[in-house]
């Protein structure tokens, strides 16, 4: 009897860890979270995205500036963001999942008030790594978004 509980709730204390386990890994392999964006140019750290999932698409915004000079309002957008501060403002709209990465949404490139389509994923190996590729027709451009 005592060899029998001891059993039962070694298999259970086993069960629940493998629960969390599951669970950690779950969270580390999606791009929900907050992400820090750098310079193209010089590499230094702009911007604090953070993703959110919302009616099953997912979404981004600033949360936080990390140069004062990015601290002014969008005078470049053209719909309602126009004038409206960069700090808190939804620059990523309607990602979708599928096949692997995130796509079929688009991203606002808030200097030239210009939206682009998008697609991201995380690094294969390295799920605090997010691959951020905006696209314009045939062109594209990069970005290495690294967990916060």
Same mark, same amino acid.
């Given at each position: 009897?005592?060899?029998?509980?001891?059993?039962?709730?070694?298999?259970?204390?086993?069960?629940?860890?493998?629960?969390?386990?599951?669970?950690?890994?779950?969270?580390?392999?999606?791009?929900?979270?907050?992400?820090?964006?750098?310079?193209?140019?010089? *590499?230094?750290?702009k911007s604090h995205?953070? %993703? =959110?999932?919302?009616? +099953?698409?997912v979404f981004g915004?600033?949360?936080? !500036?990390?140069?004062?000079s990015l601290n002014?309002?969008?005078?470049?957008?053209?719909?309602?963001?126009?004038?409206?501060?960069?700090?808190?403002?939804?620059?990523?709209?309607?990602?979708?999942?599928?096949? *692997?990465?995130?796509?079929?949404?688009?991203? %606002? =490139?808030?200097?030239? +008030?210009?939206?682009?389509?998008?697609?991201?994923? !995380?690094?294969?190996?390295?799920?605090?790594?997010?691959?951020?590729?905006?696209?314009?027709?045939?062109?594209?451009?990069?970005?290495?978004?690294?967990?916060?």
């Open positions: 009897m005592l060899i029998s509980s001891f059993c039962s709730i070694s298999g259970l204390m086993l069960a629940i860890g493998m629960q969390f386990f599951s669970l950690s890994l779950s969270a580390q392999s999606s791009a929900i979270g907050t992400w820090v964006t750098r310079d193209d140019e010089t *590499g230094e750290a995205i953070q %993703l =959110y999932e919302e009616n +099953g698409q915004k600033i949360v936080k !500036l990390l140069r004062p002014h309002n969008c005078d470049q957008c053209s719909d309602h963001r126009k004038d409206k501060p960069m700090l808190g403002m939804v620059i990523i709209e309607n990602m979708q999942y599928t096949g *692997g990465f995130w796509s079929k949404g688009k991203v %606002l =490139y808030p200097k030239q +008030g210009k939206w682009y389509n998008l697609k991201f994923w !995380l690094k294969e190996g390295d799920p605090n790594t997010l691959v951020v590729r905006g696209a314009f027709g045939p062109f594209y451009r990069t970005q290495y978004w690294q967990r916060i």
